[in-house]
């Protein structure tokens, strides 16, 4: 083998390689702990991520205490943005 070709990275893409697809090889491993207190980013995020891959398990009940004065919820209520993404967007078994 050549030394170029030793330096040259391989471009053969998953399939090539026999490997599984991405999204099943790396993302069952790779979860995304959030706090994300609004719908937008919380649309976003079951957008671009498998609501299977995210968790919120960091956040504690009351660890944003106070209330939204806009909209009389608690600022830590991030159930009702999960369950506003739609069922669609929901994990196994119709779980938020």
């Known amino acids: 083998m050549a030394a170029d070709e030793a330096t040259r990275p391989d471009t053969r893409d998953a399939k090539e390689l026999g490997l599984p697809q991405l999204s099943e090889h ?56 999960i369950e506003a993404a739609g069922p669609a967007r929901r994990g196994p078994e119709g779980h938020p």
């Not at 609004?38 to 504690?60: P, T």
């Open 26 to 81: 790396v993302m069952g491993n790779v979860f995304f702990d959030t706090r994300v207190h609004h719908q937008a980013g919380i649309d976003l995020l079951v957008r671009v991520i498998d609501v299977r891959n995210v968790v919120f398990a960091s956040e504690m009940i009351g660890a944003v205490r106070g209330v939204d004065p806009e909209t009389g919820h608690h600022w830590d209520d991030t159930k009702r943005y």
